[in-house]
């Protein structure tokens, strides 16, 4: 966010001046996604824009009728889960009617599971279920939790990890950072994560880190493309090494 109501993804800046801005079709599918991921959420220096943060999602959640319009799909709404979580336990924002709301995505996003596991990022919703399922207590959220460990086991499999070591660094850089996510979650809430499944993960990430790279920018004839900002190389081992993941250098 560059204003309390101000944009900018990919060189281009917008202001979202009323709720209608969010489905303004015009500005483009991409840069759509972009705004309803909330990614700002959690970039550098959150801090400081709390007060936009706070009104921003109590905007959105006035604006997006469930399962309507972009905000729904499953590109915006797995990120939006992780990072509303995310926000949440680091600056305890979300009031009742947002946690309540973030229940309702939850459920909209375990429905359609199936949808969220593009070739783009196909972990990022099993991941959103995971968070959710932490986050939450209740016979419900283990749920969640368990469905989206039994996803990510599927889509981590070996012959899709080859797969993506031959894909484009933004795709391996999501997936580095979905995995270290995972990590993160599991110190965040100790012992509620199968202590076998965190070591998986943590095993998968050498040759991942390894091959990261920094060509972020999607070509030309991807135009139309689902991106997304990603991290960079030097940004994931950073992120590796404050998990104390002896894997980052």
Do not use: C
């Not at 936009?52 to 997006?64: D, G, P, R």
């Not at 939790?145 to 894909?167: M, P």
Request: charged share 25%; no cysteine.
């Amino acid at each position: 966010m560059v204003g309390a109501q101000a944009f900018n993804f990919f060189g281009i800046e917008r202001v979202l001046s009323d709720n209608r801005g969010w489905h303004w079709r015009p500005w483009g599918e991409n840069w759509l996604r972009n705004l309803h991921a909330f990614d700002d959420l959690v970039a550098d220096g959150a801090e400081a824009r709390f007060e936009w943060h706070e009104k921003l999602i109590t905007n959105w959640i006035v604006a997006n009728a469930p399962g309507k319009g972009v905000g729904w799909q499953s590109y915006s709404l797995a990120r939006r889960i992780v990072n509303w979580i995310k926000w949440q336990v680091d600056r305890d924002g979300l009031n009742e009617v947002g946690r309540r709301n973030l229940v309702v995505q939850t459920r909209f996003l375990r429905q359609r599971l199936g949808a969220s596991l593009n070739v783009a990022y196909p972990a990022k919703g099993p991941k959103a279920l995971v968070f959710a399922g932490a986050f939450f207590e209740g016979q419900e959220a283990a749920g969640w939790r368990k469905t989206g460990v039994a996803v990510l086991r599927t889509v981590l499999r070996s012959g899709y990890l080859r797969a993506r070591l031959e894909a484009s660094d933004r795709y391996r850089n999501a997936l580095v950072e979905d995995l270290l996510d995972l990590i993160q979650l599991d110190k965040m809430y100790p012992g509620l994560l199968d202590k076998e499944e965190v070591q998986r993960w943590q095993d998968l990430l050498p040759p991942l880190l390894a091959v990261a790279g920094d060509d972020l920018n999607p070509p030309e004839e991807e135009s139309d493309a689902v991106v997304f900002p990603e991290p960079s190389a030097q940004d994931l081992r950073l992120y590796a090494q404050r998990l104390g993941l002896a894997s980052a250098g």
